[in-house]
């Protein structure tokens, strides 16, 4: 990899630190370096292709690592970029499931599918089983039966609509007449009862008691209560 394309700032305070790693990580190829040479080379290898091979490997782990520093230095100044235009995780999501979503429907699969449904569709409205039906359905509602029974049912409606509306109308008119004829009676019923001979007769028959238990009165005439016990003197002391 050109190390001028590589995008690290050499400024930066984490510099040395880039470095110290870049050393241990030397330090920790060398030694597995010796270590692998402790190791039996496999069949047909020669040290001079192991050797080779070591330094390309060694020499690959650190594209990556630099690569891997690239990116997450890309992904800090990404996520810098998002936050000072608003763009949320939330309007991220969105755009990302449209993008989706419209990549489905220009994918080849979904064009196959859809066509595939729309052929299955028109051999279905197409067949014959499916014209009979709808021939059937449409035969029925324009029968005669289908009519009468129609209009069958709407009379039925309408006539149950009317018995309950005059049922309605007829129990309110009889309450209504409950109502007047009590309110007639209770203001007839008193004076059509004094006049009633009954009510003469028991009139007369408690004046009559009244005549026997009183007696007659004349004019000035007081009547003495039998419970009086005042005595009365012929002479008085003075």
């Known amino acids: 990899m050109d190390p001028a394309s590589q995008d690290i700032n050499l400024n930066s305070p984490n510099k040395g630190n880039s470095m110290d790693r870049s050393d241990n990580m030397a330090d920790d190829q060398a030694e597995g370096a010796a270590a692998n040479s402790a190791h039996p ?5 020669t040290e001079e292709e192991a050797e080779e091979l070591r ?8 594209e990556i690592n630099t690569l891997r520093q690239v990116l997450s230095a890309k992904e800090r100044h990404a996520s810098e970029l998002k936050r000072k235009l608003g763009l949320s995780p939330l309007n991220e999501l969105k755009q990302n499931i449209t993008k ?40 029925i509602t324009h029968s005669e ?31 209504g007449d409950m109502s007047s004829n009590y309110s007639i009676r209770h203001s007839i019923s008193m004076p059509a009862m004094r006049n009633s001979p009954t009510f003469k007769s028991f009139e007369d028959k408690v004046g009559n008691l009244k005549h026997k238990v009183v007696g007659p009165r004349g004019n000035g005439d007081a009547v003495s209560s039998p419970t009086d016990t005042t005595p009365t003197h012929e002479n008085p002391p003075f």
Do not use: C, F, M
Not at 146 to 172: D, F, H, P
């Open 100 to 139: 989706s979503w419209q990549d489905v429907q220009t994918s080849q699969a979904y064009v196959r599918t859809t066509e595939k449904l729309g052929e299955w569709n028109e051999r279905v409205t197409g067949s014959d089983l499916y014209l009979s039906a709808s021939a059937t359905l449409d035969d």
């Open 145 to 175: 039966a289908y009519k009468k029974t129609q209009e069958t049912l709407s009379e039925a409606g309408q006539k149950t609509s009317a018995a309950l509306n005059t049922l309605g109308t007829a129990i309110s008119r009889r309450l």
């Open 41 to 45: 080379l496999p069949p047909g290898l």
């Open 55 to 62: 330094l390309e490997l060694t020499k690959v782990e650190e």
